[in-house]
C-alpha cells in the first residue's frame, strides 16, 4: 500500500518555532491542499496557533468554512466574487483580493472586508501605486474595509532586490495609513530577518512543513515491494533499452507517475533512490505509470519492509534534485486519491 504520514504534531512544533521568531500576526498558508499535506486537517491544526489562514482560490476557502474554520481565511489570488452569492460565504470570514480595479465591477453583494494585492516588482499580478487611490475611494463609497494590503517578494534571498520592493510597499503602506488593518509582505523568509521588518502579518507557506531552517519536515511517503526479481547483467529492466549494468535484484514497488512520482529516465546510477532499512537503493530503468523498479542488490530483505520514497533518508530536497525541480512542486504533486494519509496527532 502507498501512504504517507503526517505528523500534525511536528506541524505545530514548527508553528511554534516559527512564532518566536516574530512579533507580527501569523498566517499559515494552507493553500493547494496544504502544499500536498491536506488541506481540511492541516488547517484544523494550524488554525490553534494561528491568528490567520490563506489559501490561493475560492474552492479552497470554502472547504475550510465548510468544515467549520473559524479564524479569518484569506484568498491570496484573486477572487471570482461570484461564488460569494451564498449567504453561508459571505457571512463567514473569508477574505477575497483585489488586484487589478475592474476586480471592483465584478464583485457581488454582501461584503464587508477585502485585501489589496500590490505589485512591487515581480509583475505577476496587483495594482500599482498609481492605482490605488481609485480602489480606496470606490471602497469607502461601497463601504466596504480593507482587510490587508500585501505584496510578494520575487527573491528575498537578495537583499538589493528585496529592499527595492519593500520601499515601494513602504510607500503604499504609508498611503493607506488607517484604512487598512494590517501590512505583509514576508513568507517564509521572514524567520530569517528581523522582526522589526516583518510588518503586521507573516505569512510563511513551505516552512510550516519543514522545508526551511528551524522547521522539520511533517510528511514521509512510504510504499511496499510487490515482487523480488533477480537479474543478470546486460538484461532488460521496464521499458525502453536500460540493461542491468550487474548481476543483481530488482524490487517492483507499488509507486508510479500516476502517483506523482516523475517518469524521468534515471539510470541506475544513484540519481534518484528509495530508503529501506536506512539504506539508499537506485531506481532501475524508467518509472511507469504504477510500478517503479529499484536495485535492491545492496540490502538484506528479511520481508515485509517499508520503502520510503521521502522520509526514511530521502530527503526532501534529494528527490526535488532528482527531478530537477523544487521541493514544492514535489510534495504537491503526490496523488491524494493513490496515496493513503495518515495523520499523526
Known amino acids: 500500500m502507498l501512504e504517507a504520514d503526517i505528523n500534525l504534531a511536528t506541524l505545530k512544533d514548527n508553528i511554534a518555532a516559527l512564532k518566536g521568531r516574530t512579533n507580527a500576526k501569523f498566517c499559515a498558508v494552507v493553500k493547494s491542499d496544504a502544499y500536498g499535506h491536506g488541506l481540511v486537517r492541516v488547517a484544523r491544526a494550524a488554525q490553534e496557533y494561528s491568528d490567520e489562514l490563506a489559501v490561493a482560490v475560492f474552492s479552497e476557502a470554502a472547504e ?53 494585492k500590490l505589485n512591487t516588482g515581480m509583475n505577476r499580478l496587483g495594482l500599482t501605486l498609481d492605482g490605488l487611490g481609485a480602489v480606496i475611494a470606490e471602497l469607502k463609497r461601497r463601504g466596504i474595509k480593507i482587510g490587508s ?23 503604499a503602506e504609508k498611503y493607506f495609513g488607517r484604512d487598512a488593518e494590517t501590512f ?12 522589526a521588518v516583518h510588518f503586521g502579518m507573516v505569512r510563511p507557506g513551505i516552512a510550516l512543513y519543514g522545508y526551511r531552517p528551524y522547521t522539520k519536515p511533517v510528511m514521509s511517503v512510504r510504499t511496499s515491494i510487490l515482487q523480488l526479481t533477480d537479474v543478470k547483467a546486460g ?13 543483481t535484484r530488482l524490487a517492483a514497488v507499488r509507486l508510479g507517475y500516476g502517483d506523482g512520482y516523475r517518469r524521468i ?15 539508499l537503493c537506485p531506481v532501475a530503468g524508467q518509472v511507469c505509470m504504477d510500478v517503479t ?12 519492509e517499508r520503502v ?38
Open 64 to 116: 475550510l468554512a465548510d468544515h467549520g474554520i473559524t479564524i479569518p481565511i484569506n484568498i491570496l489570488g484573486p477572487t471570482d466574487f461570484s461564488g460569494f452569492e451564498s449567504k453561508t460565504y459571505t457571512m463567514s470570514d473569508i477574505i477575497p483580493t483585489i488586484c487589478a480595479v475592474r476586480a471592483l465591477n465584478e464583485q457581488a453583494g454582501g461584503f464587508k472586508k477585502v485585501n489589496i
Open 149 to 171: 494590503v500585501f505584496t510578494h517578494l520575487y527573491n528575498a534571498a537578495n537583499a538589493v532586490e528585496t529592499n527595492k520592493q519593500l520601499a515601494v510597499f513602504q510607500k
Open 184 to 195: 505583509h509582505a514576508w513568507a517564509s523568509a521572514f524567520a530569517d530577518m528581523p522582526p
Open 235 to 247: 538484461e532488460h529492466i521496464g521499458y525502453g533499452d536500460y540493461t542491468a549494468p550487474r548481476d
Open 265 to 279: 529516465r534515471d539510470g541506475g546510477d544513484g540519481g534518484r533512490a528509495v530508503a529501506i532499512n536506512g539504506v
Open 293 to 304: 523498479m529499484v536495485d535492491v542488490g545492496g540490502v538484506r530483505l528479511t520481508g515485509g
Open 308 to 345: 520510503y520514497i521521502l522520509g526514511g533518508g530521502v530527503t526532501g530536497q534529494m528527490l526535488a534534485e532528482s527531478y530537477g525541480t523544487i521541493i514544492y512542486e514535489v510534495l504537491t504533486s503526490f496523488n491524494p486519491k493513490r496515496i493513503k494519509r495518515n495523520y499523526i496527532e
